[in-house]
């Protein structure tokens, strides 16, 4: 079941994404860990930071995708709250 307001949202953002990519405007993309930096203090950020740098920073030449932190069986104390799930 999918959530409506959810969907709208997303179209929301991708409608903006597109009206900035038509104005010439570059499209940031942040990684997880650059995105803790600028709201040091959220838990769910923290969380997908580290995450992501235990999945690799995708330093070792392979892209960090949600598969990949969906499909972990890493034993640690934050599995159970990890993104993606």
């Given at each position: ?8 949202a997303?179209?929301a ?13 570059k ?5 997880p ?53």
């Amino acid at each position: 079941m999918t959530n409506p307001k959810l969907n709208k949202a997303l179209e929301a953002a991708h409608a903006k994404r597109q009206e900035m990519k038509e104005r010439g405007e570059k499209v940031e993309r942040l990684t997880p860990r650059e995105k803790l930096a600028k709201k040091p203090t959220s838990y769910s950020l923290a969380i997908a930071a580290k995450c992501w740098e235990c999945a690799g920073n995708g330093e070792d030449g392979n892209k960090v995708t949600r598969e990949t932190i969906e499909m972990c069986t890493v034993d640690c104390a934050l599995h159970a709250f990890r993104p993606y799930k």
